[in-house]
């Protein structure tokens, strides 16, 4: 079975900061696009960043400027580093692996801004 593993949630206060893992299987992390989404309660999960092969990466525009998707090609690890967060970054965070129209989920780590 494809395995996506996430870690690095938790409680935060407003403008703190977190770094967010996710570990996937080789083949998976080595041919896929690899990314980041997030979801609230009676919300649709949303992009939140990609990472492409060559390195190039796509920002959701409500983190922009605040969050930094970057990976670790000897540890198939992709990371997300969150600073200056806010209130409304309180969402489950997804791992998530696309080529194509194939995809695949990591479980979700929750991430809680709150003063």
């Known amino acids: 079975q494809v395995q996506l593993v996430e870690s690095g949630g938790g409680l935060v206060q407003p403008g703190g900061s977190l770094r967010l893992s996710c570990v996937a299987p080789?083949?998976?992390?080595?041919?896929?696009?690899m990314g980041w989404y997030r979801q609230n309660p009676g919300n649709q999960r949303e992009l939140v960043a990609h990472?492409?092969?060559?390195?190039?990466?796509n920002y959701a525009g409500s983190v922009k400027g605040r969050f930094t998707i970057s990976r670790d090609n000897a540890k198939n690890t992709v990371y997300l580093q969150m600073d200056s967060l806010k209130p409304e970054d309180t969402a489950v965070y997804y791992c998530?692996?696309?080529?194509?129209?194939?995809?695949?989920w990591g479980q979700g780590t929750q991430v809680t801004v709150s003063s």
């Open positions: 080789r083949i998976i992390f080595s041919t896929y696009v």
């Open positions: 990472i492409f092969s060559g390195g190039s990466t």
């Open positions: 998530h692996a696309e080529r194509s129209v194939r995809t695949y």
